[in-house]
């Protein structure tokens, strides 16, 4: 009775892992779209690769190498990006507060540019700059 229900405790640890991996590339079908993909695109080599280390390999290396095939699956075939919606949308940043006019203030501006242009540089010696009126 007690290596029945180990055995059942590990199908259903089993289980469990491989609905893991088939949600971590979107489901079950399509995990099987994306092998139908591999068995066209990928090379005899690549596929024996992929087939030792999913049959024989850790349940992290098994992870990894069907990670690592749903990007070339989706580097080659495309997808459609998941929406992101449903969160605040970012708080409006308020203008200058003043009491002068832009024309004011462009003037203002235009004063400014004109005394700072007043100002030269000179070179003393290569290199070296100074400032003077």
């Known amino acids: ?21 088939y949600d971590s590339v979107g489901g079950e079908s399509a995990y099987q779209s994306m092998v139908q993909w591999a068995a066209s695109n990928l090379s005899q080599d690549e596929i024996n690769s992929y087939n030792e280390v999913t049959n024989g390999g850790s349940a992290a290396a098994v992870k990894f190498a069907v990670e690592a095939l749903n ?5 080659a ?31 203002i ?20 700059q100074t400032c003077s009126d």
């Open 109 to 128: 501006l235009d004063m400014n540019e004109t005394q700072h242009s007043a100002l030269t540089l000179k070179k003393s010696s290569p290199g070296a």
């Open 71 to 75: 990007n070339r699956y989706k580097a």
């Open 77 to 107: 075939e495309g997808y459609e990006a998941p929406m992101v919606t449903g969160s605040k949308s970012a708080p409006r940043v308020q203008g200058y507060r003043t009491t002068r006019s832009w024309w004011q203030i462009s003037g």
């Open 1 to 21: 009775m007690w290596s029945s229900t180990a055995r059942t405790n590990s199908e259903v640890a089993v289980q469990v892992e491989a609905q893991s991996i």
